[in-house]
């Protein structure tokens, strides 16, 4: 028995990102920038799964929700992620069999939500995303990293322990995300571990 928090009583956050008219979201973006998309297939099409990007020094929620495969519910550098009650409502979003979008700031949280949940946490690679207007952005699905659901209690060290996998498997997706689509990232890879 794989023991999940009691989420009961979390609602399931807003949903406006999951609106059917995104087709018009893509449409204002795309008259900006071209969006090309790489391994959406990647993305299972049914059931709780974590998309973690790559980036977050832009506001990429909106391209995040915007341009999934499947309707993406994006949890922000800024939100507190470590807070139990976001953690409660990102189990809430995965519980109800949506897709979690998440920043590098979430590595450890994204390895706590798929030791909890058994999600896949799918690397999303944006690259481009800091070039100036009418730029080109591609964003790289990456092959899903899986892990079983573990019972609780889940210790810290198992935390950090499939954190740090998640961080190597991130790498991987990077550099084949940058084999697929000829380009780089502008500056270094961020530290092991992320911020959180």
């Given at each position: 028995m794989t023991a999940l928090p009691d989420i009961s009583g979390v609602p399931h956050p807003p949903t406006w990102q999951l609106h059917p008219r995104r087709w018009f979201?893509?449409?204002v973006v795309r008259r900006r920038v071209e969006v090309r998309e790489h391994g959406a297939a990647n993305v299972p099409v049914d059931g709780p799964v974590i998309v973690l990007a790559n980036n977050a020094e832009l506001d990429d929620r909106p391209l995040v929700a915007l341009f999934g495969p499947r309707p993406v519910l994006a949890v922000g550098p800024d939100d507190g992620s470590a807070a139990p009650g976001v953690m409660k409502t990102c189990l809430r979003v995965l519980a109800d069999g949506h897709v979690l979008g998440l920043y590098p700031e979430h590595q450890r949280g994204a390895a706590y939500l798929a030791l909890v949940s058994g999600a896949p946490v799918v690397p999303l690679t944006f690259l481009g995303a800091h070039q100036p207007r009418r730029g080109r952005l591609d964003l790289v699905y990456g092959t899903p990293y899986r892990?079983?659901?573990l019972a609780w209690p889940r210790t810290k060290k198992q935390v950090e322990a499939t954190a740090l996998d998640l961080r190597v498997h991130m790498l991987v997706a990077l550099d084949?995300?940058?084999?697929?689509?000829?380009?780089?990232?502008p500056g270094p890879v961020p530290p092991a571990g992320g911020t959180s």
């Open positions: 979201g893509r449409f892990t079983a659901a084949a995300a940058r084999s697929l689509t000829g380009r780089q990232l």
